[in-house]
């Protein structure tokens, strides 16, 4: 028996657009084409166990060979097998209820409605067509009494199918995929190429693959077993399987979850640097076994891309180049599934092991403060288990650290005033002066702690954060106390005004105020706000910040009218005593470079 006809589709060639628009990435077809056959040989051990199919099973394997002389990549799998009525209802349906709409569509270029309407159909099979000018299916089936189908399409809607017998007949069960390769498709006649394609999709798939002689896959990754199966030895080593130049992680998690939706993976907490350079698409996305994806925006938060790992999961939806991950509820459950296994592991370290959790924390402060900006629900959680670290490096949750300092670092007001720094050494004078007052200064110097402090002052109630260096020492933490000037007011004035023209610069904002004698004679400082929002826009702030980053940079000058400096200047009569003490509060802050450097270190000797 031969026959030949038209595949059902209402246009005149389907597979031009299927090459030109269905798949991004022609390699694509080795995955979907040894994805069949996986799928073939796992019916078949299904329908054996049910007791459905009583012969012998034989070497369930997927083999892939290429013939580079002949120009032929041949997928063979010793599974199921089809009828030529099978092919007929598989292969030449194909599902194209609507195919002309979805030419239209393609037509049109409307991608919203294209991926809408795509994973309608099961196109996989015909991605063959992008790399071959011709395929061929030799299958014979499981079946008592079937006889072999071969059936053969030149990538036009005509297609042959017959069924040889003799020796021409398919001599085992199951199906060969043969790919005569276009001539623009070279590249896949490469075994190195091959090999790199299999690695990359097929390298965890549940049946062994064959390429070459050699087995390419692990039927068995870790995340498909349980927990109290692996040593953690088992879990360090996939690690690095997956990713061979990284450091150990820190720690894991093991995800496994049949209802309502089907989930397994491993999810590492990878070391950081201090900085938000993330390493995006280092989660791979599986489904079933067969890679997808590493582009999980929609199934894992925003704050969780930083890790590492992977996610196996049938329930999540995709196009059907499955490089397309459709946002749907199921979707949406994971990751909130994913956000809360997160969160509760966290919360488990620091319960069970302190110690342990705070040796990790500067790597993991990074995931805990991210996932506090950007999920609510994560915050909720992670109030109680983020930690704040003083400049003397003691790890304080935050209602330890409120009780730490709320004695002695209330102000007037009855609100509790946090101090920090973002640079201890550099801020190293306002540091030293709040603890001799006996305050404690935080070390908030990570990428995301302007964002994070903005939140804390937001979420705790009567609490402030101040910088050391936004006011003087008696003006952070303002207390009902006074001190008296012992310069008059009209004094005071006068020495406003040497400085004021020592300095000579409007950014330099000059006010004389009664500090301790121990105080510095001159403070510079920034207003708290100004400078914060500026902190944030350089970091990523965003929308109406970016105003703020446009602002020119301006300063408070505190020249301490009780300071016996001051009082000399003031005697002095000149600019140069006035100059030499503020460009002393320039080099405090860092501020004194070049030319002015120069000029003061010249000074400094003539006045020795």
């Not at 657009?17 to 991004?24: E, G, N, T």
């Not at 990435?25 to 799928?39: G, K, P, Q």
């Not at 950007?374 to 949750?397: C, G, I, M």
């Not at 007037?412 to 004078?429: R, S």
Request: with cysteine.
């Amino acid at each position: 028996m031969q026959e030949t006809g038209s595949i059902s589709i209402h246009t005149e060639n389907i597979f031009p657009i299927i090459k030109k628009f269905l798949y991004s990435d022609h390699e694509i077809f080795l995955r979907e084409l040894v994805s069949n056959a996986v799928d073939a040989t796992q019916k078949l051990k299904s329908l054996a166990q049910l007791g459905e199919f009583k012969g012998e099973l034989g070497e369930l394997k997927v083999r892939v060979t290429v013939d580079k002389e002949a120009r032929k990549i041949t997928i063979s799998d010793h599974g199921l097998g089809m009828t030529a009525e099978e092919i007929k209802k598989y292969i030449n349906q194909i599902a194209f209820s609507g195919a002309t709409e979805f030419v239209e569509q393609y037509k049109e270029k409307d991608a919203a409605t294209k991926d809408q309407i795509i994973g309608q159909f099961g196109l996989g099979f015909y991605s063959a067509f992008m790399v071959a000018e011709n395929v061929e299916i030799w299958s014979q089936s499981y079946q008592d009494g079937a006889l072999t189908a071969h059936w053969t399409c030149d990538g036009s809607t005509e297609y042959t199918l017959d069924e040889p017998t003799g020796e021409h007949a398919k001599a085992e069960r199951g199906t060969d995929v043969v790919l005569h390769v276009a001539a623009d498709s070279d590249e896949f006649l490469e075994a190195a190429r091959l090999r790199t394609i299999l690695t990359k999709y097929c390298k965890f798939l549940p049946i062994p693959i064959e390429f070459e002689g050699e087995l390419v896959n692990d039927t068995t990754p870790i995340w498909t077993k349980q927990p109290n199966e692996l040593t953690d030895e088992d879990y360090t080593k996939f690690y690095q399987e997956l990713y061979p130049m990284s450091e150990a992680p820190l720690f894991w998690i093991h995800l496994n979850v049949d209802y309502p939706f089907n989930l397994t993976g491993i999810l590492y907490f990878p070391k950081l640097k201090d900085e938000l350079q993330f390493q995006r698409n280092k989660i791979q996305l599986y489904s079933r076994q067969v890679f997808i994806t590493d582009e999980v925006k929609d199934v894992v938060p925003e704050f969780l891309m930083l890790l590492h790992g992977v996610i196996d999961s049938p329930d999540i939806p995709l196009n059907v180049s499955r490089s397309f991950l459709q946002a749907d509820a199921a979707v949406r459950k994971i990751n909130t599934y994913i956000t809360k296994k997160v969160g509760d592991k966290l919360g488990s370290l620091f319960k069970q092991d302190r110690a342990g959790y705070e040796a990790k924390w500067s790597d993991v402060g990074m995931f805990v403060k991210y996932g506090m900006l950007s999920d609510e629900k994560f915050y909720e959680k992670a109030k109680d288990f983020v930690l704040l670290k003083n400049v003397d490096a003691k790890l304080f949750t935050l209602t330890e650290y409120t009780e730490h300092i709320q004695a002695n670092q209330q102000d007037k007001n009855g609100t509790t005033v946090v101090l920090y720094t973002n640079d201890a050494e550099a801020q190293h004078g306002f540091v030293a002066a709040a603890q001799e007052r006996g305050y404690d200064v935080l070390n908030f110097d990570q990428v995301l702690d302007p964002h994070f402090v903005g939140q804390l002052e937001q979420k705790l109630e009567k609490t402030s954060f101040k910088r050391v260096d936004a006011d003087t020492v008696s003006k952070l933490i303002e207390k009902d106390t006074t001190t008296e000037s012992v310069l008059s007011e009209e004094d005071q004035t006068k020495l406003a005004e040497r400085f004021k023209t020592a300095i000579a610069n409007e950014a330099m904002h000059v006010k004389v105020a009664a500090l301790s004698p121990q105080d510095a004679p001159v403070v510079i400082t920034q207003n708290e706000f100004m400078r914060r929002m500026k902190d944030m826009q350089r970091t990523g702030g965003g929308g109406g910040m970016q105003m703020f980053g446009a602002f020119p940079d301006s300063f408070d000058v505190t020249v301490n009218a009780n300071h016996p400096l001051t009082q000399k200047v003031l005697a002095d009569g000149g600019d140069t005593l006035a100059k030499q003490a503020f460009d002393l509060a320039l080099l405090a802050q860092g501020m004194l470079k070049g030319e002015a450097l120069t000029a003061f270190v010249k000074r400094s000797t003539e006045l020795l």
